[in-house]
């Protein structure tokens, strides 16, 4: 497919086709699909899994203003319809509170920065994972190939380059995208002392499902507001609603038929989720995988550490009354920071690409500095021109945007750390055509 010209500043600069090969097909990598669709972009996402829920994660994902503003612009109108429509409601403010629920400090729409607002399109939302994966599934069934794990990639002489898969497949494409998450074999490959390690902090989570008698049994005041509690000691509890009454649109939000069974996929429920966290140490878990315990000998060890440390009752109930099927623990990692041109990668060499922008530039900016400075015989005012000639194209250029952590760099670029819900980019350009950040 060929980009098109009235749809992406891609365009404007190449007419040869581009082909995007994107390594994972979470959240980030399945955004970045739908906004290439959406720019007239070929792109196929490639994901390990068997089927879209063999891994579903359960638990809600905040939306920030920007995260809004990314999403609306990379999916269809219909599509972002249907994502506002399946969206909790919004909680009344957040609130940061001591373990016996003393608040510190309270924000709501009355005293929140502007940070904290927003409107029309521009707003913090909550939707589950479940939900939010449907929607960025929609209209890439033909896009997306399950059962793909990635082991490798290489660079062709002439440009291309080509994923290889366990199963002995590959795929060859002009962009290669790394969206597969913290543990990423691309990044592996592109940026091998790039490391992930172990932060030595662990979270326990649960989900309440709200109905008569658990509403009658939770506190009020941590239903009406988003709450991160702070206790002595480095303890920590996060505790967020997701009330939602949208009705199912064309196969989006509702339970999957084939999802696994149990209440930790149930996506049909309003529920309140916590998740209280604390290093290894101070849990008693640093002997053994967290990862391997059940879901009742996580509760224990939440209810323990909060007794011990003498967190109000309010926050014990919520423990307590979490599904047995919704509680797991989660390790947290983080990267460890590189230098900014450690890819091992000669510099970039110019791509003719550049040449066509330049083109492109020198004849709008002369016809721009003509129009607006007729008389001007000022060096320094026909500078100032080009310069805002230069900007105003810069912005056409970057036009192509996406959810922040989800990365097309430059082949010769810094790639990204990776992350949960990132992704990183190995680009290989041939001669006609570049395809710079998107973020």
Request: include cysteine; proline fraction near 4%.
């Amino acid at each position: 497919m060929t980009a098109h010209p009235t749809r992406s500043f891609i365009g404007d600069a190449v007419s040869a086709p581009l082909h995007v090969i994107i390594i994972g097909g979470g959240i980030g990598g399945l955004t970045l699909a739908q906004g290439l669709k959406k720019s007239g972009v070929s792109a196929a996402v490639y994901e390990r899994d068997r089927t879209r829920t063999d891994r579903v994660q359960g638990y809600r994902v905040h939306i920030n203003l920007t995260g809004s503003l990314a999403l609306h612009e990379c999916l269809s109108a219909r599509l972002f319809e249907a994502f506002t429509r399946m969206c909790g409601r919004p909680a009344g403010g957040i609130r940061f509170v001591t373990e016996q629920i003393k608040v510190l400090l309270a924000l709501d729409g009355r005293n929140a920065p502007a940070q904290f607002t927003g409107n029309g399109v521009a707003q913090h939302r909550s939707v589950s994972r479940i939900t939010l994966r449907q929607v960025l599934l929609s209209g890439l069934e033909d896009a997306v190939h399950f059962g793909k794990t990635f082991v490798r990639y290489e660079e062709r002489p002439l440009g291309r380059i080509v994923a290889h898969f366990e199963d002995g497949s590959t795929a060859e494409g002009d962009v290669l995208v790394a969206a597969d998450g913290g543990g990423s074999r691309v990044r592996r490959q592109f940026l091998p002392h790039a490391e992930r390690i172990d932060t030595g902090i662990v979270a326990i989570a649960g989900k309440v499902f709200l109905n008569n008698e658990s509403r009658r049994l939770i506190a009020p005041e941590l239903t009406n507001a988003l709450t991160l509690a702070s206790g002595k000691g480095g303890y920590s509890l996060f505790v967020a609603l997701q009330d939602f009454d949208g009705v199912a649109l064309n196969g989006i939000d509702g339970n999957d038929e084939s999802a696994a069974a149990g209440n930790h996929f149930d996506n049909s429920r309003s529920y309140l989720m916590w998740a209280f966290g604390a290093r290894r140490e101070k849990l008693g878990l640093d002997g053994g995988d967290i990862e391997q315990m059940s879901s009742e000998e996580l509760r224990t060890t939440a209810l323990r550490a909060m007794a011990q440390r003498s967190w109000d009752q309010r926050f014990r109930a919520l423990v307590r009354l979490a599904d047995t099927d919704t509680i797991n623990a989660i390790a947290i990692r983080t990267s460890v920071p590189i230098e900014a041109n450690a890819t091992g990668h000669a510099p970039r060499r110019r791509d003719p690409c550049d040449d066509a922008l330049s083109r492109y530039r020198r004849q709008r900016c002369a016809q721009r500095r003509s129009e607006a400075l007729p008389r001007a015989d000022n060096g320094k005012s026909r500078q100032a021109s080009s310069n805002r000639c230069d900007s105003r194209l810069r912005d056409r250029h970057d036009r192509l945007r996406f959810p922040r952590g989800t990365d097309v760099a430059p082949r010769h670029a810094p790639g990204g750390h990776g992350g949960p819900g990132s992704a990183d980019a190995v680009a290989r350009h041939p001669a006609h055509h570049q395809l710079r950040s998107a973020t």
